[in-house]
């Protein structure tokens, strides 16, 4: 690698770890805390790339983007941020940095990224401003996360915003996908430009498509859980898409099933499919994420305080139990059950017999995806592996793949054996053909709860 640097970050650990790195990268660093300083480097024609923190002590890293990109076209600025939300992502890819990460940053792939905008050109133009009213609406939306699966549903977000490509929106329920597809609309160039939701009830009757159309008047127009449309309306959907012309509204849609599967059964259309996998967003489950879990039940708390409801906090003991719950209903179960305990818990930290209590009456089990009946285990699981990789269009999913799928299986084959051999850990490990410390070993790293009972087997 080779070129100059420029750090800015308030962070003394930061930039100290970011100029040695670099600089035994082969690199010249130049580090400073204040965005005054960067931006007279910068004016000074100093530096082949830039790496800026957004919180500064004197300014937003992000605001000074389009002055960078005014007074030296083509410098690439990567964007690092510990404000870890879908709008933080978007805003930098608005203002065109080159690339964001999030804090904490992996090191390895910072560098990486670093060594390819040194190498490529940044496209040209002058990037627009953040529109800062959509922003500030935006504020509430619980698209917030810092594990590796939403920063890189964060990045597809940004990068296919304001493409002409249809979108389609896979996930679990509750897992925000319209919040996905109305994020995309409210950060795109056609964010003054009408939303519309389409009900099956909108596509009756002769005059439905072309009524939509005329409603969104070259807006976005959603189809909300596509899979659950009937054959006739999926028609009609065909030949409305299939006179699209110009000022030709943006497509969206969203499904809990998998479509691919729905295809091959018969009961969704072949030539509908195509038409709405432009690009396919794949929203994670709150499982695949279970670090995000405690910081969106802080998010829901402080949402639920600013609605006039009780302070609250989570007990230690309290938010592990809720870190440890399986969620089938994702976001919008850890939401409707923080907002109960703000209501039902008797102190202002909540604790973990109070998190018992409300979790108590909710399925503990996730949601099944079937196979066909009889089929084999390793056929399943390769189905599900290969729709996975379908869902990500063509990108890698994101690193960490063979422990994340093996913690997948893990975890219910030991659960199931543990309650197979009520609690008995060493006729569990037995059963399981492991060592017994193993055993122990996987259940505190998993974070399994063992009762132990009489098991008449």
Known sequence: MDGTILVADDDRTIRTVLTQALTRAGCKVHATSSLVTLMRWVEEGKGDLVISDVIMPDGNGLEQLPKIAALRPGLPV????????????????????????????????????????????RRAGISRAPDLNATEQGGDLPLVGRTGVMQALYRLVARVMNTQLPVLITGESGTGKSLIARAVHDFSDRRSLPFIVVAPADLDGMDGPSTILSRARGGTILFDEVSDLTDADQARIVRMLDTLGENAPRIMATSQNDLMIRMEDGSFREDLFYRLGGVTVAVPSLRERVDDIPLLADHFLARAER??????????????????????????????????LVFTAAEDEISRAEVEMVLGNQPAIEPLRSGGEGEKLSASVGKHLRRYFDLHGGVLPPPGLYNRILKEVEGPLIEIALDATGGNQAKCADLLGINRNTLRKKITDLDIRVTRRRKLM
């Open 307 to 340: 609605e006039g409801a009780p302070a609250r906090r989570f007990g230690q003991a309290a938010i592990d139990m809720v870190r440890a719950y399986s969620w089938p209903g994702n976001v919008r179960q850890l939401e409707n059950a923080v907002r109960r």
């Open 78 to 121: 990567i964007v690092i941020s510990a404000q870890n939300t879908i709008m933080t992502a978007i805003q930098a890819a608005e203002a065109d940095a080159y690339d964001y990460l999030p804090k904490p940053f992996d090191l390895p792939d910072l560098m990486k990224r670093a060594a390819r905008a040194l190498e490529t050109k």
